[in-house]
């Protein structure tokens, strides 16, 4: 073999073997491709929030959504105004929302019934015009460990008020 096809083999094995060239992705691209890091629960098209009464031990009736955890209202919000905005708050109390403001809640007062839009455009339900929320360290049908923390979070009762035996 030549000295010319022994030089031109070497250089072609170095460019094969030759690590690939990185891609580099822009923040927002990252943050794009990994979908929401914190927030809501995802509302898919057609969603709508199931409500439903359940006893708890600690506080009475409460109202649940549709996976029997405990709905919850802040003293912080206004009337159809929620405050619980930022990750730091959402990913704690996670807010119940609603495609379309769909709700289905028998056995509850329709008329206390409603949503308010939040600034990124999502419908949260209200419940006697208190954004409501679930709580993270709830671990099932009738826990209600979030009343009472900070002072200022209470489960809700089926007329829209603080639960309470």
Not at 46 to 55: F, H, N, S, T, Y
Not at 61 to 70: L, P, Q, S
Request: charged share 20%.
């Amino acid at each position: 073999m030549s000295r010319f096809a022994v030089l031109a083999l070497l250089v072609c094995l170095g460019a094969c073997s030759a690590p690939p060239e990185e891609e580099t992705a822009t923040l927002d691209e990252l943050e794009a491709a990994a979908g929401p890091v914190a927030g809501p629960t995802q509302v898919l098209p057609g969603d709508i929030a199931k409500l439903q009464v359940e006893e708890s031990l600690a506080v009475g009736a409460v109202v649940a959504d549709r996976e029997h955890n405990t709905l919850y209202f802040t003293t912080a919000d206004g009337p159809s105004k929620p405050t619980c905005l930022e990750p730091e708050c959402t990913l704690v109390w996670p807010p119940l929302l609603a495609a379309g403001g769909k709700i289905e809640a028998p056995g509850l007062d329709q008329a206390l019934l409603g949503t308010t839009k939040r600034p990124d455009g999502l419908e949260q339900v209200t419940i006697a015009g208190k954004p409501v929320y679930r709580y993270v360290d709830d671990e099932g049908a009738g826990h209600t460990t979030g009343h009472g923390v900070d002072d200022r979070w209470f489960a809700i009762s089926p007329a829209g008020t603080k639960a309470a035996k």
